[in-house]
């Protein structure tokens, strides 16, 4: 049998909260005595808008406004059930959505 693998992909608009949560599984995954690939900063994804300012006429004054979504990727490598349980109980803010996959 082949040793399994947590993937871990975080997204989130704000890269301080990202990076904190980051940071607490890393420390949560190694007080366990997991070994933590990451976390690996995926490329920022930017959405642009552009939005007419006037109801009426004046098709040139226009506001522009993004949105960034910060992604970050990491694994933990040979976890043992210390570990999947550590991070079931791990709080994170409401700003970060969480992507867990078995491999």
Sequence with gaps: M??????????????RLIDQSAQEIV??????????????????????FDILRSPHVDKTSRDQ?????????????????KTVDALMKLDLPAGVDVE???Q
């Design 100 to 102: 867990i996959k078995l």
């Design 27 to 48: 420390e949560t995954a190694k007080r366990t005595g997991a070994v933590v690939r990451g976390p690996v900063p995926l490329p920022t994804r930017t959405e642009r």
């Design 2 to 15: 082949h040793s399994q693998k947590i993937r871990i992909r975080l997204k989130a608009f704000d890269y």
């Design 65 to 81: 406004f993004e949105i960034r979504t910060h992604l970050r990727l990491m694994d933990i490598i040979d976890p043992t059930d």
